[in-house]
């Protein structure tokens, strides 16, 4: 098996580019009716998918959790953070309550306070 020669990183892109990517993109548009009358529209559309995926992969997280929260509140429903943060607070004061009432000199000063009823 002979040996394949090393291309030059920028050089091999373009190749891969030319030779794979962008065919397979116009043949692609073209099954959806989408065709380019001349090389700059081919060159625009392969820049704007470029900046789309770039943006998708960025923000795509945010812009999901975004949505369901608009689409939580129109519906005039809690958003899920907002319902978690709500149940942690309250288990929180649970805990702090548990904890005061736990405490001996409490527990006198309630059950005293109890008997006088």
């Known amino acids: 098996m ?12 373009a ?9 397979q993109f116009v043949e692609k548009c073209a099954a959806l009716g989408v065709n380019f009358p001349d090389e700059d ?3 625009t559309a392969l820049e704007t ?9 960025e923000e795509s997280v945010d812009i999901v959790k975004e949505a369901h929260a608009a689409l939580m509140g129109t519906a005039g ?3 899920p953070e907002v ?3 709500r149940e942690a607070e309250e288990a929180a004061a ?5 904890a005061v009432a736990s405490d001996d000199l409490i ?3 309630l059950a005293s306070l109890a008997a006088q009823k």
């Not at 190749?15 to 065919?23: F, S």
């Not at 649970?94 to 548990?98: Q, S, T, Y």
């Open 77 to 79: 429903l809690e958003a």
């Open 107 to 109: 527990k006198k000063a």
């Open 83 to 85: 319902t978690a943060a």
């Open 49 to 57: 998918v470029q900046m789309l995926k770039a943006a998708e992969a």
């Open 15 to 23: 190749v891969v580019l030319n030779g794979i990517y962008v065919p």
């Open 41 to 43: 529209s081919l060159r």
């Open 94 to 98: 649970g805990e702090k309550a548990a």
């Open 2 to 13: 002979g040996e394949v020669a090393q291309m030059d990183p920028a050089e091999a892109e």
